[in-house]
């Protein structure tokens, strides 16, 4: 008996009953599927995988936040005509760049991939990544495949102090179930079928800026190991890539890099060119990209708008040069793509002011500063020293001549002094104490100060002897009833040392070193 005639002889009945199981089933899995999108952690990262489905690019951008902080897809169309996607997540793991490009390619054929490697350089062996690898597995369909590929190679390349919760990873529902909070998010709702077209290619204006130095003496010969089985995952990802015969431009973008880290990109750049592939670490070029660390960033690890219009038109520069993708600036079928552009101007008009504006308003520090340490009058420096830009360091010794003036008397109790006050540690931000130690206890204080919270200071006033150090230099001027540190926070660096005293008037007698 044929195939066909055996199924004809299956009862009509029993026929009915299987079609139904599955339908009920599908109908099962979808309505399970859609619960936990709505409570899962829903962001613009969750958005932004999302978003592919609807793209036609031929160019993906892999990555984490040094992703989407960087590369301006429509700007980059607008000057090249080159068609590209963010497929990035923030804290984006190591094992999740594997998974990303096979999630891409069941709805894209892009010609070329970019992928940023810094996750390499971060990765952790201890379990430390839970957070990365929740948001990097999470925003992909609870379907995919490459989502549990990822997982299973989490698991299996991964050192953990305690055995995690593995079922909650492949089924995030369990992890998330109480995020009730979502059913008061539209996004939620929106994303509750896991499909919504994201904005401007999955880019995102930042309206933030913050001072960094620009990274000294980090260039350097030397190869350093990846930690624990990182080259182990970095491996199977370039085995994978030459398999698919894939093309792939991996990068390190411009950011405060340290010599250790360098020495970890340099094993990097040799595994990827023993495998073929184009590696290009944009810190070895900040002259040719044009960055200025004091303008271009809003923290340490990523660029604002600024750095990334210089990024970006030096990367797809090298794209050109060195990529043979089209340009379909002009074709009927990319009309859409222009509407965006146009469109992204007006954002980034916004975004420019405001970022600006931003920079200035940390730059008038300086001049506050300058004229805090010229002025001679008390009450004048306590107006500009109270500002959210400058932390105080305080130290007063054995004892504390208390002045006779109201308004300097409210200064100092302001600070959390008395009359009664001696070996008194106060840290002071913005006019509001956020260290004080009772008196004559706890008499020496360690912390951290500055924008990034990364500048050591330590305080003592043990045995009537008063020291402030700030970055393990003393910078005390001298010792006195008060001892005041004025330390920029932008800057992350001392502007001002006073010493006050008690005058012959009554007033407090303010003066330096």
Known sequence: MGLNEKIKSIPKDKVKSVIGFIVFMALILKVFCNVTYLFRNVTTDTWRIA????????????????????????????????????????????????????????????????????????????????????NSTDNLELTSSARYGMLKEYFATREFKEDPDRLSYYLSIIKYHTNTENLHSSLAWELMDNDKVFPAKGWEWREAYGYVEEPQGFETDIRADLLRNGKKVLIDLLDYCKDKQLNVLFVVCPYYITEEEQQKYNLIRDTVKEYGFDFLNANECYDEIGIDFSTDFYNRNHVNLFGAKKYTEFLEKYIMDNYDLPDHRGDDHYVSWDEEYLKSLEDENLCSETVTNLRLDVEKGVTMAEQMRETQNFSEWYTLAEDDRYTLLIAAGDSINWPQNIAEQRIMESWGLNKESCRQIRVVNGGNVVHSNEVNQDLSRDGVIGIWEDIPYHISVEEGEVSILVNEEEVLSEQSDINVVVFDNNYRRVVDVVSLGNGEDGKICFYRK
């Open 51 to 134: 978003g592919i489905k609807h793209e036609n690019v031929d160019m993906v951008y892999i990555g984490g936040s040094a992703a989407y902080c960087y590369w301006e897809p429509l700007k980059a169309w607008n000057d090249c005509g080159i068609t590209s996607y963010l497929y990035a997540t923030a804290g984006i793991e190591a094992e999740a760049i594997k998974a990303y490009m096979k999630e891409v390619r069941r709805t894209q054929e892009p010609q070329l991939y970019v992928v940023d490697v810094r996750t390499f350089q971060y990765y952790y062996g201890d379990g430390g990544a839970e957070w990365g690898t929740r």
